[in-house]
């Protein structure tokens, strides 16, 4: 078992910025974020492979979000600037070992490459 535990949201006008942190028992495969809007499907937003530190991003954070660890501390990141208003939402801190993709562990931003999940923390931007 994992457990993770989120901090570091709140409210913030468009432009804005936020670090939200995420403090996990113990290290895992990958590392991610995903954000859920009211009325919306959850999505991926970042994730990091804890090993190689390799990052990928979804399009609509591209440039503005970044995504970090602390491998000495089990802890992620998120830095997020320049925040717009559909960027609001619970924003969720997730760590896994992926999935099995040709014989190779891959680990994308879908939920399923993710087993242990944070409790989540808010994250409202205003215009």
């Known amino acids: 078992q994992v457990q993770l535990v989120e901090s570091g949201g709140g409210s913030v006008q468009a432009g804005g910025s936020l670090r939200l942190s995420c403090a996990a028992s113990?290290?895992?495969?990958?590392m991610g974020w995903f954000r859920q809007a009211p009325g919306k499907e959850r999505e991926g937003v970042a994730r990091?492979?804890?090993?190689?530190?390799?990052?990928r991003y979804a399009d609509s954070v591209k440039g503005r979000f970044t995504i970090s660890q602390d491998n000495a501390k089990n802890t992620l990141y998120l830095q997020m600037n320049s925040l717009k208003p559909e960027d609001t939402g619970a924003y969720y801190c997730?760590?896994?070992?992926?999935?099995?993709?040709?014989?190779?562990?891959?680990?994308?931003?879908?939920?399923?490459?993710?087993?242990?999940w944070g409790q989540g923390t808010q994250v409202t931007v205003s215009s």
């Open positions: 997730a760590a896994g070992r992926g999935t099995v993709v040709g014989g190779i562990l891959v680990c994308g931003l879908q939920a399923r490459d993710f087993g242990y």
């Open positions: 113990k290290s895992t495969y990958c």
């Open positions: 990091i492979y804890t090993r190689s530190g390799s990052t």
